[in-house]
């Protein structure tokens, strides 16, 4: 074999080499952006809607409520709209969540992964005791409560 067919057999097999780690880094990159985008998508909330008035979003999930305490004010309209964090497959409740609050005569119940909503007006300022009794413990579970804070 001569020389030259030999330099040029060699700059074949770079020229092959140089194409795979290229094929090779561009299969890498794009199996890293699905990851990237699927892990984003199952870990971050839907976005909600709009709604008009005064919207107090709750989101619940098996470790509880995202919110501890709310205040509102007394003879104000408010809407809380509640979002289960949890799918259908959860096995204590079925995914569903409730935000209840006796006093004031209100319970919503959102779906597994969706949300629902309940429109009241408090009329009496005080501190009321929010719960989940659907899931989790129920309310002997302290992470399914929280502080509803009526101002006058």
């Known amino acids: 074999m001569s020389r030259k067919s030999r330099e040029a057999l060699r700059h074949s097999q770079q020229r092959q080499k140089r194409v795979r780690a290229i094929a090779f880094g561009a299969v890498v990159l794009t199996v890293l952006a699905v ?3 699927l892990l984003v998508a199952a870990f971050s909330r839907p976005a909600l809607p709009p709604m008009a008035g005064n919207v107090i979003d709750v989101a ?3 470790g509880g409520f995202d ?4 205040r509102v004010k007394a003879g104000q ?3 809380v709209r509640l979002t289960s964090l949890d799918n259908s497959h959860h096995t204590d409740g079925g995914g569903k969540h409730q935000w209840a609050v006796d006093e004031l005569g209100v319970s919503v119940v959102a779906p597994p992964e969706g949300n629902s909503y309940a429109t009241f007006t ?3 300022a005080g501190t009321y005791t929010y719960y989940c009794d659907i899931c989790c413990g129920g309310r002997a579970n302290p992470s399914m409560q929280g502080t509803l804070i009526v101002e006058g």
């Not at 919110?67 to 709310?70: F, G, M, P, R, T």
């Open 35 to 37: 990851a990237a985008y």
């Open 60 to 62: 619940a999930d098996m």
């Open 67 to 70: 919110q501890k305490e709310i």
């Open 77 to 79: 309209p408010v809407t």
């Open 122 to 124: 408090p009329v009496k």
